[in-house]
């Protein structure tokens, strides 16, 4: 069986022209008989291409496209993983911002001029294929802007479970293959608007045309001379 720390290395050396040959497989399935794969249309803005799970995560690849409308998420574009990300970016440039999510105490008196008013309430997300059920909790908090990160073709990034970000891409056009491996007692949550209540959301399936699409997009970005790792 393949250890995460393999794949890390693995990962990074597509980075030298070393594409594993579990992920070309993957991909050429979807390519070959796409009505038989599976490509989600992610509510934060990009079409998601499951290519491999494992027992404690799993790689996915993440493609982002002005050809397929994008999907837009229920509450912001401000959330945090369950699980540590490793990701390489195959095509464009990534903006990470790292906003500050600061917890806002409830005001119990309304005499207290300066207690900071809260902007956002968190939420917990709960996902079940492709279904996410999106829990209100108690937790009120300010969102305030924060750094932003940087990353071009070629790179890799790190995010930690449970640090919130948004991603935002220069050029709307941008690939990312992303190794995730899950932390225990971590939450996926997002920041939303104080008064929203529960709600259910269902992701799209992208139709047999976008699905071929995003794995023959990918297939080009792995096979073709490296300097295809250049922004576009």
Not at 151 to 178: C, K, N, P, Q, S
Request: include cysteine.
């Amino acid at each position: 069986m393949t250890s995460y720390t393999q794949l890390r290395g693995q990962v990074d050396g597509i980075r030298h022209g070393a594409v594993p040959d579990w992920l070309t497989r993957a991909l050429v399935k979807v390519a070959t008989a796409p009505e038989d794969a599976t490509v989600l249309c992610h509510p934060l803005g990009f079409l998601c291409v499951p290519v491999w799970r494992f027992g404690d995560g799993g790689v996915c690849v993440h493609v982002w496209t002005r050809q397929v409308p994008a999907a837009r998420p229920t509450t912001s574009q401000v959330h945090c993983h369950s699980w540590d990300l490793y990701s390489l970016v195959l095509a464009g440039e990534v903006h990470n911002h790292l906003p500050r999510v600061v917890p806002v105490a409830p005001v119990r008196m309304a005499t207290v001029p300066t207690a900071p008013a809260a902007t956002h309430r968190l939420f917990e997300v709960h996902s079940h294929h492709d279904v996410d059920e999106i829990q209100a909790t108690g937790e009120l908090v300010r969102c305030e802007p924060g750094r932003v990160e940087s990353v071009r073709a070629g790179d890799v990034y790190t995010m930690a479970a449970g640090t919130f970000h948004l991603t935002d891409i220069v050029g709307g056009e941008a690939a990312t293959l992303v190794l995730a491996r899950n932390r225990p007692g971590g939450r996926d949550q997002t920041v939303g608007a104080v008064h929203l209540p529960n709600h259910r959301v269902r992701r799209a399936h992208g139709d047999s045309i976008t699905r071929r699409w995003a794995a023959r997009f990918v297939l080009r970005l792995l096979t073709e001379p490296r300097p295809v790792l250049q922004p576009v």
